[in-house]
């Protein structure tokens, strides 16, 4: 079966870290994406990536950056955790037409 | 800009009734349309796409979908419900000549009472 796998499903982190979420896909996708999903406003994309090395940004990248050094991982980094980066992270990888294949989630709190 | 907007927070019905999830979208080219569901405390699982061709399109869990041009919507439908459809349901849409960016709306949370 084709997965998406998120390194950590909760994590608990201080005012200020530094945050990596890591993200790995097994089904050889050039297309992979970080979203934000808070209740009310639905998924909102942080980044994207649609090849080795390559990121764009996506709706709400302030405070975040991303690394994709391998076609299978697509790392998120908050790179000074602040409280209202409280949320629950979803990866998601495709191909160019097809759906999205989503992890299973990071829920973050930062306190 | 494309935007998705699902209008109805929570939908109820009766199990055995038929369901109706509702989507209207806005792109400025044509769209690829999806359905996602997200039952509790698990991660988002794809229901369904349109992309071309039939306007009726057919999913997962008996889930099927009608792409409206004329009214831009893209409502989630299924004639018998199940109790165990009760879940959260995202519609997203992506503009073919925008590249790869998937915009999802608000979520329905879908309540299905035995």
């Known amino acids: 079966d084709v997965k998406v796998t998120q390194s950590s499903r909760y994590l608990v982190k201080r005012t200020g870290e530094k945050v990596f979420l890591e993200c790995v896909q097994d089904m050889d996708h050039e297309n992979m994406f970080w979203y934000r999903q808070d209740p009310g406003l639905g998924l909102r994309l942080i980044y994207f990536?649609?090849?080795?090395?390559?990121?764009e940004k996506g709706d709400i990248p302030e405070g975040y950056s991303v690394s994709r050094e391998k076609k299978e991982r697509f790392s998120l980094i908050l790179e000074s955790a602040s409280t209202n980066q409280t949320s629950m992270y979803l990866c998601?990888?495709?191909?160019?037409?097809?759906?999205?294949?989503f992890g299973s989630g990071t829920r973050l709190t930062v306190v | 800009a494309q935007s998705v907007a699902q209008p109805e927070d929570q939908v109820n019905v009766a199990e055995g009734n038929p369901l109706t999830v509702k989507c209207t979208y806005s792109v400025s080219g044509n769209p690829y349309l999806f359905w996602y569901v997200q039952y509790p405390n698990r991660g988002l699982q794809f229901l369904l796409k349109?992309?071309?061709?039939?306007?009726l399109v057919k999913g997962s869990y008996g889930f099927e979908a009608e792409f409206n041009k004329s009214q831009t919507s893209f409502h989630l439908k299924k004639p018998s419900a199940l109790v165990s459809d009760s879940a959260l349901y995202f519609c997203?849409?992506?503009?073919?000549?925008?590249?790869?960016?998937?915009?999802f709306g608000a979520g329905t949370r879908l309540f299905v009472k035995a």
């Open positions: 997203a849409v992506r503009d073919v000549t925008g590249g790869f960016k998937t915009i």
């Open positions: 998601a990888s495709s191909l160019s037409q097809g759906g999205y294949t």
């Open positions: 349109y992309i071309t061709g039939d306007n």
């Open positions: 990536s649609y090849d080795v090395k390559m990121k």
